[in-house]
């Protein structure tokens, strides 16, 4: 009957402890502690700096991946046009090229023509060996003084075998060969490939400058100067809209 009254003697003592001020458990500690209007205060402006710090990184973050997506693409963009445009190159260096494979043949078909003009075959086979001493650099198309070189050393030519044709046309003997016909219709189909291939080239050409020079493009292609320089055009030739004159 005695222990009764330890048992609450004993429950009484634990509240006791727990009712001490040194004996707060880590809760009751942080309710009281929150509640004080100083304290309260002090965690409500420290919970709006971190806001406020959170939403300005995440800003930052944002524009910087923003920045950095349209870099790439933008670089991505002048890639694929410069590529175009060196392909389109390649083309009409392809063409130039044909017309050159042709003229051997046709200067020895027609040195067997009798009293042929020996002053235009020897003007058409020196322009075509000027076109064969030709360096040609691999990023021609953005040398402006190599660029007007290689086309006025091919116009050269061109204008040359463009005599010769003219000329031929005084001889019946020689037009009346298969081979000098085959060889005549070779070569114009190669010049229409020539003037065809170089129009495409100037497209090509003009899109990449148009997209280069554009803002913010422009920014980028500042940053890889070296990479994304400024294409050459073809210009007509002076005087091709003029037929050549042939002296009989």
Request: glycine share 6%; hydrophobic share 40%.
């Amino acid at each position: 009957m005695e222990r009764i009254p330890q048992m609450a003697h004993g429950a009484a003592a634990v509240g006791a402890d727990h009712a001490r001020p040194g004996n707060l458990r880590v809760d009751t500690c942080v309710r009281r502690v929150v509640t004080v209007p100083g304290i309260r205060i002090a965690l409500l402006e420290g919970m709006k700096a971190i806001s406020r710090t959170g939403v300005a990184t995440i800003t930052i973050a944002v524009v910087v991946l923003l920045l950095g997506g349209t870099c790439v693409a933008t670089y991505n963009k002048l890639v694929r046009l410069d590529q175009a445009a060196t392909a389109q190159w390649a083309q009409v260096e392809n063409a130039y090229q044909r017309r050159a494979d042709l003229v051997p043949n046709l200067v020895e078909t027609v040195k067997g023509a009798a009293a042929f003009e020996r002053g235009t075959i020897t003007e058409v086979t020196e322009a075509r060996s000027r076109v064969g001493q030709l360096a040609v650099p691999k990023d021609i198309t953005t040398k402006p003084e190599q660029f007007q070189q290689y086309q006025q050393t091919q116009d050269q030519l061109g204008g040359a075998l463009s005599r010769l044709l003219v000329v031929a046309e005084a001889y019946p003997n020689l037009k009346a060969t298969e081979n000098f016909r085959d060889l005549q219709a070779q070569l114009e189909g190669t010049e229409n490939r020539i003037a065809v291939e170089r129009m495409r080239y100037n497209e090509a050409a003009r899109d990449f400058d148009t997209s280069r020079a554009s803002f913010p493009t422009s920014i980028v292609a500042g940053m890889f100067s070296g990479k994304f320089a400024e294409k050459q055009y073809f210009a007509a030739k002076a005087g091709s809209a003029e037929p050549p004159k042939v002296k009989f």
